[in-house]
């Protein structure tokens, strides 16, 4: 059984599959309780440093759970008694004999495939650390297939599931995005151009009976022009890296090749009323906006552009985080300065981790728009806060939104925290920050002084005529307060509600 091998299985052998994954499922092998066993606030935190913590502190109590997680998120080894305790003899027989599992002459098994737990959902890949000594480890193959990482679970968090006709997932690694699209969607199509990864995707779909899912091997959209598409999602190579060393991760020198290619074919794949989402990262030139370049990719189409800014990293810690480390110290030094220099060379200052989305622009607006936020990342599935940003958006532009104004009332869209900062010098002034709490995606928003009175004044829904009475009383005319509730309206803090709102005290 060859490494290249390990996701092919025969129609026989499916039942047996399921059924050993059923099992761990039935042992509470997901995201949740996976997180909760090792000490995470989030799976995306494990860290490959810190695995004899987690088999000392975490999984010291051999029991079935811990064993599946040793053997399939941690990349260990257990012995023979505990593999017979988690899979019945059918289950281990058919998982040894596909090369899912190994087991030594000394009895100790090992799995060659990851199994990485999404929502309740467990979707086989490449390990996360091929670099690790390990038996039958070796460096990361070119054609290594994309592990379920941060950036797999912030797309599949963020995306937004409702639903469409046909989705595409470009770059599709082991088809994670596809399984999680096939529910709500008629059909999927998965492409990747690694043969390795689309057989990995075909795998997987086979064993959640997802017959709804085509897997295509070929370039980005090529295998599937003239079509359009309900739901687009994509996960491309994006390091910009001086080496070409691993298929799913180096994006050329820029990081942009895989990126720019994807963008620039939206317009002729994504459907009227269907949304894009991309997970990356993209390095950042000074004074720059990195909307500027996707618009620039799009060509003139009129799409609308949200950004979600979720982590940044200097040039110098890219740098030193990408830099091979199995070798000797000056090595190491001149492989920094290697990946610092490429990053120079492109301009970049800093690398932004981001989750974009597009939709066609509403004619109705005149223009399409672009949006861009700082954000921290999401715990769970944000993808209904997408969407109500575009909605939000939409609505803040409308050219009749007075009119919408005067017939509806206003009210907060839930509990908003307030942070006040006074900035001390020649003149003093305050900035207040606002957040909308519960959020699934947090993003704080700066807030004028005409916008924070007006969050203020609506402790209960109000009528717009009674909301400028309030604010006339704060010496705030008109035109301001308008402008603010329109600001208030985009960013969500606000919401304009078809219930008429109660009556001031003293009113009728």
Same mark, same amino acid.
């Given at each position: 059984?060859?490494?290249?091998?390990?996701?092919?299985?025969?129609?026989?052998?499916l039942?047996?599959?399921?059924?050993?994954?059923?099992?761990?499922?039935?042992?509470?092998?997901?995201?949740v309780?996976?997180?909760?066993?090792?000490?995470?606030?989030?799976?995306?935190?494990l860290?490959?440093?810190a695995?004899?913590?987690?088999?000392?502190e975490?999984?010291?109590?051999?029991?079935?759970?811990?064993s599946?997680?040793?053997?399939?998120?941690?990349?260990?080894?257990?012995?023979?008694?505990?593999?017979?305790?988690?899979?019945?003899?059918a289950?281990?027989?058919?998982?040894?004999?596909?090369?899912?599992?190994?087991?030594?002459?000394s009895?100790?098994?090992?799995?060659r495939?990851?199994?990485?737990?999404?929502?309740?959902?467990?979707?086989?890949?490449?390990?996360?650390?091929?670099?690790?000594?390990?038996p039958?480890?070796?460096?990361?193959?070119?054609?290594q297939?994309?592990?379920?990482?941060?950036?797999?679970?912030?797309?599949?968090?963020?995306?937004v599931?409702?639903?469409?006709a046909?989705?595409?997932?470009?770059?599709?690694?082991?088809g994670?995005h596809?399984?999680?699209?096939?529910?709500?969607a008629?059909?999927?199509?998965?492409?990747d151009?690694?043969?390795?990864?689309?057989?990995?995707?075909?795998?997987?779909?086979?064993?959640a009976?997802a017959?709804?899912?085509?897997?295509a091997v070929?370039?980005?959209?090529?295998?599937?022009?003239?079509?359009?598409?309900?739901?687009i %999602?994509?996960?491309?190579p994006?390091?910009?890296?001086?080496?070409?060393?691993?298929?799913?991760?180096?994006?050329?020198?820029?990081?942009?090749?895989?990126?720019?290619?994807?963008?620039a074919?939206?317009?002729?794949?994504?459907?009227?009323?269907?949304?894009?989402?991309i997970?990356?990262?993209?390095?950042?030139?000074?004074?720059e906006?990195?909307?500027?370049?996707?618009?620039e990719?799009?060509?003139?189409?009129?799409? @609308?552009?949200?950004?979600?800014?979720?982590?940044?990293?200097s040039?110098?810690?890219?740098?030193?985080?990408?830099?091979?480390?199995?070798?000797?110290?000056?090595?190491?030094?001149?492989?920094?300065?290697?990946?610092?220099?490429?990053?120079?060379?492109?301009?970049?200052?800093?690398?932004?981790?981001?989750?974009?989305?597009?939709?066609?622009? @509403?004619?109705?607006?005149?223009?399409?728009w672009?949006?861009?936020? @700082?954000?921290?990342p999401?715990?769970?599935?944000?993808?209904?806060?997408?969407?109500?940003?575009?909605?939000a958006?939409?609505?803040?532009r409308?050219?009749n939104?007075?009119?919408?104004?005067e017939?509806?009332?206003?009210?907060?869209?839930?509990?908003?925290?307030?942070?006040?900062?006074?900035?001390?010098?020649?003149?003093?002034? %305050?900035?207040?920050?606002?957040?909308?709490?519960?959020?699934?995606?947090?993003i704080?928003?700066w807030?004028?002084?005409?916008?924070?009175?007006v969050?203020?004044?609506?402790?209960?829904?109000?009528?717009?005529?009674?909301?400028?009475?309030?604010?006339?009383?704060?010496?705030l005319?008109?035109?301001?307060? %308008?402008?603010?509730?329109?600001?208030l309206?985009r960013?969500?803090?606000?919401?304009?509600?078809?219930?008429?709102?109660?009556?001031?005290?003293?009113?009728?």
């Open positions: 059984m060859t490494e290249s091998s390990t996701y092919l299985v025969a129609e026989a052998d039942p047996a599959l399921r059924a050993a994954v059923s099992r761990l499922a039935g042992l509470g092998y997901n995201e309780r996976v997180r909760e066993r090792l000490g995470l606030a989030d799976l995306n935190d860290w490959w440093r695995l004899p913590i987690y088999r000392a975490r999984l010291a109590d051999r029991d079935p759970l811990a599946a997680i040793d053997l399939f998120q941690l990349q260990g080894v257990i012995s023979s008694e505990e593999l017979d305790r988690l899979f019945e003899s289950a281990r027989e058919v998982l040894v004999r596909t090369g899912l599992i190994v087991v030594d002459e009895g100790f098994a090992r799995a495939a990851g199994l990485f737990p999404v929502g309740d959902r467990l979707v086989f890949s490449d390990h996360a650390w091929p670099n690790l000594p390990h039958g480890q070796a460096e990361a193959r070119h054609d297939v994309m592990y379920v990482g941060t950036d797999s679970r912030w797309l599949a968090r963020a995306t599931r409702r639903p469409v046909a989705a595409l997932d470009l770059c599709t690694g082991s994670v596809a399984l999680l699209a096939a529910p709500h008629q059909k999927v199509v998965a492409v151009i690694n043969p390795r990864a689309a057989q990995c995707a075909r795998f997987n779909a086979q064993l009976g017959d709804n899912i085509e897997i070929g370039s980005l959209f090529e295998p599937v022009q003239g079509r359009r598409f309900g739901l %999602t994509a996960n491309p994006f390091v910009p890296s001086p080496l070409d060393a691993v298929g799913f991760r180096d994006g050329g020198r820029s990081g942009e090749e895989a990126l720019r290619q994807i963008v074919g939206l317009p002729l794949y994504l459907e009227r009323g269907g949304i894009a989402q997970v990356t990262e993209l390095g950042e030139r000074e004074n906006p990195l909307a500027d370049r996707l618009r990719w799009l060509g003139g189409a009129p799409l @609308d552009i949200h950004v979600l800014r979720l982590r940044t990293h040039a110098a810690t890219y740098a030193v985080g990408h830099a091979h480390r199995n070798e000797t110290l000056g090595a190491y030094f001149e492989a920094v300065h290697e990946w610092a220099a490429n990053l120079k060379s492109q301009g970049y200052v800093r690398i932004v981790s981001a989750l974009l989305a597009f939709k066609w622009s @509403d004619p109705a607006l005149n223009a399409p672009t949006r861009t936020e @700082d954000a921290q999401p715990l769970s599935d944000a993808g209904s806060e997408v969407e109500a940003t575009f909605l958006e939409y609505l803040s409308k050219p939104l007075r009119d919408l104004l017939r509806r009332s206003l009210r907060r869209a839930g509990p908003i925290g307030l942070i006040e900062t006074r900035i001390l010098g020649k003149t003093s002034a %305050t900035k207040t920050q606002a957040q909308l709490l519960g959020m699934r995606i947090p704080s928003h807030l004028d002084a005409t916008e924070r009175e969050a203020l004044l609506l402790q209960e829904p109000l009528a717009w005529h009674d909301l400028l009475e309030l604010a006339r009383g704060l010496s005319d008109e035109e301001a307060v %308008t402008a603010a509730v329109a600001s309206l960013r969500r803090l606000l919401l304009l509600s078809a219930v008429d709102p109660p009556a001031l005290p003293g009113q009728k």
